[in-house]
């Protein structure tokens, strides 16, 4: 079974704070996402890498960034938390091939900015 | 850009009775894969069922189908016989070019 896992469960921080939150993939796919989930609003795609080192911005970019050095690993990384980062954040991986291949999800970090 | 539309935020219904959720979404593109995924109470969201925007047949898997309607962009989901295990947020995803728009879920409760 593909396995993805997202460090952490849960995380209070600190407006101002440097916070990284990891992904961990085991079934070597290619493509991996970062969505933060909000009540009434659903998934959003805050980016979005294609392979190593690659990286494009989703839909709500602004405020984070992301690390992709190794195949199985993608980092979000929020430079200086505000409390509108508040949210629970997935991070989700699929085979690159074909389009139809479908999302496999960790588990969510769900982050209090206080 | 894709949008999806999923119209109603909140649904129930009895044990072993049939429920359907709607999704509409809106696109230009021909080609496209549209999921249904479930995201249970505090647990990992997973893949419920694929239809490929290329096949007329709607796709099934066991108590779960789809009414997938293209010309209207229309593509519901059904669950037959539900079970208390079916109480969950349910998601409607458009997938192109790799990328997946979401829409804003539908929580589904089953009651006794």
């Known amino acids: 079974d593909v396995k993805v896992t997202q460090s952490s469960r849960y995380l209070v921080k600190r407006t101002g704070e440097k916070v990284f939150l990891e992904c961990v993939q085991d079934m070597d796919h290619e493509n991996m996402f970062w969505y933060r989930q909000d009540p009434g609003l659903g998934l959003r795609l805050i980016y979005f890498?294609?392979?190593?080192?690659?990286?494009e911005k989703g839909d709500i970019p602004e405020g984070y960034s992301v690390s992709r050095e190794k195949k199985e690993r993608f980092s979000l990384i929020l430079e200086s938390a505000s409390t509108n980062q508040t949210s629970m954040y997935l991070c989700a991986s699929s085979i690159l091939k074909g389009q139809g291949t479908e999302a496999f999800f960790g588990q969510g970090t769900r982050l209090t900015v206080v | 850009a894709q949008t999806v539309t999923q119209s109603q935020p909140e649904m129930s219904v009895q044990e072993a009775e049939t429920v359907t959720l709607s999704c509409t979404y809106d696109t230009s593109e021909n080609n496209y894969y549209l999921f249904w995924y479930k995201q249970p109470p505090s647990r990992q969201m997973i893949l419920v069922i694929r239809?490929?925007?290329?096949?007329?047949q709607n796709a099934t898997e066991n108590r779960f189908s789809v009414n997938f309607q293209k010309a209207a962009k229309s593509f519901s989901l059904k669950i037959s016989d539900s079970q208390l295990g079916d109480t969950a947020m349910y998601f409607c995803?458009?997938?192109?070019?790799?990328?997946?728009?979401f829409g804003d879920g539908t929580t589904l409760t089953v009651k006794p």
């Open positions: 890498s294609y392979d190593v080192k690659m990286k």
């Open positions: 995803a458009f997938m192109n070019a790799g990328k997946s728009t």
């Open positions: 239809q490929e925007a290329y096949k007329q």
